[in-house]
Each structure stands twice: as C-alpha cells, then as structure tokens.
C-alpha cells in the first residue's frame, strides 16, 4: 500500500516548469518500478520528461486511459508548510502534485491483477505553459498505445473532499495567450506633439477591446479578454516609445475563440492607426483547446460515481480555467472531472493547500470506476 500522503508531500517539494521535470520524472519513475515490479503485462516509454505506462490486458478490446500533468507554476510559495517547495520562484499551486500522487495510487489499485482490457497511463510534462499533450500526440509518443477512451481530473479547492463534479459537454474553456506591442516614438514628456506615445494607444485599446465581450458575444455563451500585463516607458519625463501588452481570451468554443482573436486584431490595428503608430499582435492558440467531454462517456462516468460510489456527484455548469488536456479530448473520446480538496485558498494562489484526504477518496473511488471500464 502506497503511503500517499508521503508521496504528495515530497513531490510538493520539488516543483518544476514544463519540460523541465528532470526530477520529477525520475522521482516518479522509480515509484512506478516500485509498483509495477514483477507484473509482466506492464510496459513503459519515456517522451522528452514525459511517461507512459501501459497494462496490457489479457483480452483486449479496447484501451483505456488515465491521464495526469506533471509539471508546476512559476509561483513563489507563501503556504509556510514545512514541506514547503524547495524549488526557489515555482510551486504546485495548480494540484499537479495531487494528481500525480493520484495516478500512482490509481496504477498501484489497478496493477495488483492484469485486466481484460489494456489501460494506459500517461504521466504528462507542460500542461502549464507548452501544451505538453499536444506535443506527445503530435510527436507519435503514444505510437500504438493511442486509448480509444480518456480520463482525466483536476483539482477544485472551492468543492468539499468527495465531490466530483462535470457534466456532459464542455467543462473548460479553450485559451488563446495574445501579446501586443504598440510602437511609436519616444520623446521628452514637455513635447508631447514631438512624440508620439505608445503608452496612450496602450491604455486606449485596453479599454475599447472590453467592448469584445459586451458587444460582440453572444451573451448566452460569454467570453473572457483579460490583459493582466502592461509594461511601457522607463520614467515620468519621457515619452515611451514602446508598450507591450499580454493578455489571455477565453472562450467555451472554438469559433467563439476565432471570433474574439479576430475582433482584438482589427482594435489593435483600428488604435494603432488612429494614433499613428505600429502594432504587432501575436495570438498563441497553441494546444489549449476546449475541454469537451464525449456525452456518453460522461454520462456513463457520472452514472457511475453516482450510484456505484460514495462520492457526491455535481453535475457543474463550465468554467472559463483552460487545460490542454482539451486537445487530446478532441483527437480522443474522453471525460474530464473536478476532484474537490477543499481549500481556503484558489488556483495558482501562492497559499493554496489541498486537503490531502482527497487522496484515499480520489484513488478508492476512481479505482473503481477505471477497473469498470478496463474489464
């Protein structure tokens, strides 16, 4: 029996960014030769940081698989845990480390007898900040342990320790990371009309582009346009030359997505023209499609933590947090569900502390459920 507890704790020590998980990938694969000792139907591969571990089953129709990230945030940690990251500026604020000790637990259940059909699990570097799934399937890593079915979880510190919440459609949002940059020129602030300032434009498209989400969108499916960074100028007196922008969209579906790049492009340009300067914009689609579950299969999945568990199933309306687990679930039928752990404190929070009696209820519970689909 695996002491989850002490497994979750020393990786929440040594978070790491995107395929960059050289320690957390070797911490993890001598946990799975630890598990996976003396059972002959197991095999495993290694992708860049990345593993893959794969149950053959003993007459297998199909392949079922379990899917985890690896990877941490570039957060200073402020929880004051005495297991506290020892990794200077990064930190488990997302609950990787959760699911990672939940992956384990869930290979440990499912390895003690070889099932029917084959189960793979998929230990995934970057789903922060590289769009690791993407890059797997892109690159073949799966080569022929491609499931035909997906699954997969994500902490929620806002629902108590056994809720599991999703739905039958989308339950996360598709993202695309936009940069701006506005160029003008610099001069002394007493010559304003010598200059021509990057700044102002900046501040002025800031505000007309929230004009995407109230006049553009259709108000029964929403959209997100958040600028969370603004950086122009060096000083009082001088003009800036220059103002870079980086913002993030958010959308429930993709054409919606496509709609709000398209519209923030042509206000960049209608500003940048308007103030007589340049611009360049930069819209990062990358891997970070909807989360779209598969109706059956979610239906399924919830039919059965519902009836046949202790667990207190929330069918949950969608919400506008991105997961590149969403690009898999478009090339893969799948389901993705919230794990409740109860925290004072949200997601990518420097405080934020999982309820680690999540643990023994996610593996018991979801053991269950992966052994029912695997046999």
């Known amino acids: 029996m695996l002491d989850l507890i002490k497994i979750r704790r020393e990786l929440h020590q040594i978070p790491e960014i995107g395929l960059e998980e050289y320690q957390t990938q070797k911490y993890l694969l001598d946990k799975i030769t630890e598990i996976t000792h003396g059972?002959?139907?197991?095999?495993?591969?290694?992708?860049r940081t990345g593993i893959l571990v794969f149950l053959h089953g003993s007459a297998p129709e199909k392949t079922v698989g379990w899917r985890t990230d690896i990877d941490a945030l570039p957060v200073e940690e402020a929880t004051g845990l005495d297991f506290a990251s020892q990794h200077e500026g990064r930190m488990h604020a997302c609950g990787h480390d959760i699911h990672m000790t939940t992956a384990l637990g869930l290979l440990d259940a499912l390895v003690q007898k070889q099932p029917?059909?084959?189960l793979l699990f998929l230990f995934q570097p970057a789903e922060e900040n590289l769009a690791g799934g993407k890059l797997m399937y892109e690159e073949d890593a799966f080569g022929n342990w491609v499931p035909d079915e997906f699954y997969g979880l994500h902490v929620r510190p806002d629902l108590k320790v056994g809720d599991i919440a999703t739905n039958t459609s989308t339950l996360f949002a598709g993202t695309c990371e936009t940069f701006v940059t506005f160029k003008g020129t610099g001069g002394h602030a007493a010559f304003p009309h010598k200059a021509n300032d990057a700044l102002v434009a900046a501040a002025y498209f800031v505000t007309q582009v929230q004009t995407i989400v109230s006049r553009n969108v259709d108000p029964i499916e929403g959209a997100v346009?958040?600028?969370?960074?603004?950086?122009?100028?060096?000083?009082?007196?001088v003009i800036a030359e220059e103002a870079k922008l980086h913002g993030t969209i958010r959308t429930l579906t993709q054409e919606m997505n496509l709609l709000t790049q398209k519209r923030l492009q042509e206000?960049?340009?209608?500003?940048?023209?308007?103030?007589?300067?340049?611009?360049?914009?930069?819209?990062?689609?990358g891997g970070y499609l909807p989360v779209e579950n598969d109706p059956n299969l979610a239906k399924d999945l919830m039919t059965?933590?519902?009836q046949k568990t202790d667990a207190n199933l929330i069918d949950i309306l969608p919400a506008m947090t991105g997961e590149d687990f969403g690009y898999l679930l478009h090339q893969i039928p799948g389901v993705m569900f919230w794990l409740g752990v109860d925290s004072v404190y949200h997601l990518h929070s420097p405080k934020m502390s999982p309820n680690e009696d999540a643990l023994p209820f996610a593996v018991e519970t979801i053991s269950k459920f992966l052994n029912y689909r695997a046999n």
């Open 39 to 47: 059972k002959n139907f197991v095999e495993q591969r290694t992708w």
């Open 116 to 118: 029917k059909n084959n």
């Open 225 to 237: 346009v958040t600028f969370g960074s603004l950086h122009a100028g060096t000083t009082n007196n």
């Open 267 to 285: 206000i960049a340009e209608g500003v940048a023209r308007s103030f007589g300067l340049e611009v360049d914009v930069e819209l990062v689609q």
């Open 304 to 306: 059965f933590f519902d």
